[in-house]
């Protein structure tokens, strides 16, 4: 089992930056950040695979978002630009040894809150 421990988390108003960081206990094959809002549905926002950084992104917020990793391949990190309101929920950092895409992640960690305002 992996530990992840997501940070970066806060306020902001509209059109704003945040910087989403994960750590990890150990290496996974692929890692991703999901998000879920007050009365929606769990998404996925971006997804790692971390032996070449590959990446694959949700429409609802490409363009917005970039992952990355450190060297170690123990920390991934999530840069949000020109957030909009819409986009304030819990966020969560994934892993996964196996094969896939967005499903069958197996560990998650506890979530770090964001919240934009207009």
């Known amino acids: 089992q992996v530990r992840l421990v997501e940070s970066g988390g806060g306020s902001v108003q509209a059109g704003g930056s945040l910087n989403l960081s994960c750590e990890a206990s150990?290496?996974?094959?692929?890692m991703g950040w999901f998000r879920q809002a007050p009365g929606k549905e769990r998404e996925g926002v971006a997804l790692?695979?971390?032996?070449?950084?590959?990446?694959i992104y949700a429409a609802s917020m490409e363009g917005r978002v970039t992952v990355s990793q450190d060297e170690a391949k123990t920390h991934m990190y999530l840069q949000m630009n020109s957030l909009k309101p819409e986009d304030t929920a819990m966020y969560y950092c994934?892993?996964?040894?196996?094969?896939?895409?967005?499903?069958?992640?197996?560990?998650w960690g506890r979530g770090t809150q964001v919240t934009v305002s207009s």
């Open positions: 150990r290496l996974s094959y692929r």
């Open positions: 994934a892993a996964s040894s196996s094969w896939g895409t967005w499903s069958d992640f197996r560990d």
């Open positions: 790692l695979y971390t032996r070449d950084g590959s990446t």
